[in-house]
């Protein structure tokens, strides 16, 4: 069995941060597995709501009144802690989004269409989530550039000679998560964006599964882009961000038109627009969600990303033990570098039937195909099994994970 006692996490202590963990479900205690869909939500970060709308609701940047310069005040300190965390240059290359999905299209609908035409060329990994393919494949549509795939092999890491083969003096872009969601792979984007760039190509690095589970540094990486979702760093839904470089940001034009991303709106003069981030954050955006977002990621901070990674690197090594002694069960992504994600599928069973059977005793998987069809195809297969792991995950929930596995996979049998 995997060795915990060496690190520092007072995971009993984590625990009592979420409320949720004490509920049943099916009469059985919850074991949430659910990660990467979606991570739970720690009691700092759901006062933030009730603290919100009973102290200091109004809308942003435009009031004078007390309750906006708060609301105003908290928003705007939620870009300096999103900057720190990104460990980017400066805030305003802090973009707030309603998450990665919608962020990716904004770098499309913006960047894409002001630097991508006919017979250029955008690389996309195999690897890709269906929010970091399908807005380019949209695009390309239109526009007529050709998309490129990076090839995996088949532990699930990308074949990193291909890649640098695939560059012509007609790339212009790099799609690239940073690790995984479907296998857990976790990518060398800053050795991919050197590469990238010294074909003079730009790099969006898709860290939507990287920022709850390792240090983040977009200058080390030097990732033209980066996006995350709040929702899977301990934080709500409906909050995410966009990094970019500012000098990238001030020479893309704006995506959505409204209030706020403007500097004078004129019919008889041309509209002019607001400096970056505001250019990209048209109407009135989720400021309690923002807010709480910058609370969770100060929580993440207070555990401490390192440890957490290390934590979750440990229960991925007790369920990956667990689970080989289940017959016929193949573990799809088995790169050397992964994060807390195990991807499975077992001969005689299927995936959605084990999604079923297992939540009757109170774990919750991910079954399907994780948004991720292209790479599961290469793999032969339609849907996987997912456990993915986070902070507050323990090493006994595991073992009633493989145990459930155990007795559900002998019952479809
Ligand atoms: N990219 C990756 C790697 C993901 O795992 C996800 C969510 N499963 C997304 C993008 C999309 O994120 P969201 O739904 O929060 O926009």
């Avoid at 310069?69 to 309603?98: H, K, M, Q, S, W």
């Avoid at 893309?252 to 990209?280: C, L, N, R, Y």
Wanted: charged fraction near 20%.
């Amino acid at each position: 069995m995997a060795n915990f006692s060496d690190l520092l996490l007072d995971v009993c202590r984590v625990r009592r941060d979420f409320p949720i963990l004490d509920r049943e479900v099916h009469g059985k205690p919850l074991v949430y597995l659910d990660n990467a869909a979606t991570s739970q939500t720690p009691r700092q970060v759901i006062e933030v709501f009730d603290d919100y709308y009973g102290r200091y609701n109004a809308n942003i940047h435009r009031g004078l009144h007390t309750l906006a310069d708060e609301a105003t005040a908290a928003f705007e300190g939620t870009r300096e802690t999103v900057r720190a965390f990104l460990n980017a240059a400066e805030t305003r290359e802090i973009v707030f989004t309603r998450g990665t999905t919608e962020a990716i299209n904004l770098v499309v609908n913006a960047w894409g269409r002001a630097n991508l035409g006919p017979g250029d060329e955008v690389l996309v990994s195999r690897l890709e989530h269906h929010s970091n393919i399908v807005p380019w494949q949209l695009l390309a549509r239109e526009l007529g550039f050709t998309i490129k795939v990076i090839p995996v092999d088949e532990r699930g890491v990308l074949d990193q000679a291909a890649y640098r083969d695939l560059f012509t003096e007609r790339t212009r872009l790099v799609a690239v998560n940073h690790v995984s969601n479907a296998f857990g792979t976790r990518n060398p984007v800053a050795e991919m964006a050197r590469v990238a760039h010294e074909h003079g190509a730009r790099i969006l690095v898709d860290g939507a599964q990287a920022a709850p589970h390792q240090t983040l540094d977009v200058r080390a990486i030097d990732a033209d882009f980066y996006t995350f979702s709040g929702h899977k760093a301990y934080g709500p839904t409906g909050a995410g961000v966009l990094y970019g470089k500012a000098e990238l940001l001030e020479a893309m034009p704006p995506w959505q038109g409204g209030g706020e991303m403007i500097k004078t709106v004129s019919f008889e003069a041309p509209t002019t627009f607001a400096d970056i981030p505001h250019k990209f954050e048209a109407g009135t955006p989720a400021i309690a969600e923002v807010i709480a977002l910058g609370r969770a990621l100060e929580w993440v901070s207070e555990i401490g990303l390192e440890l957490i990674g290390a934590w979750e690197g440990r229960l991925l090594e007790h369920a990956t033990e667990g689970v080989q002694r289940i017959e016929g069960l193949r573990i799809l992504g088995t790169a050397p570098d992964k994060v807390g994600v195990l991807s499975f599928v077992v001969d005689g069973a299927h995936a959605q039937d084990i999604g079923l059977l297992i939540d009757q005793l109170g774990v919750a998987i991910r079954t399907g195909h994780h948004c991720a069809q292209p790479l599961l195809s290469s793999f032969g297969v339609d849907a996987t099994c997912r456990a993915s792991f986070a902070a507050y995950n323990t090493p006994e929930e595991v073992d009633v994970f493989v145990d459930g596995l155990e007795r559900v996979v002998a019952m479809l049998r």
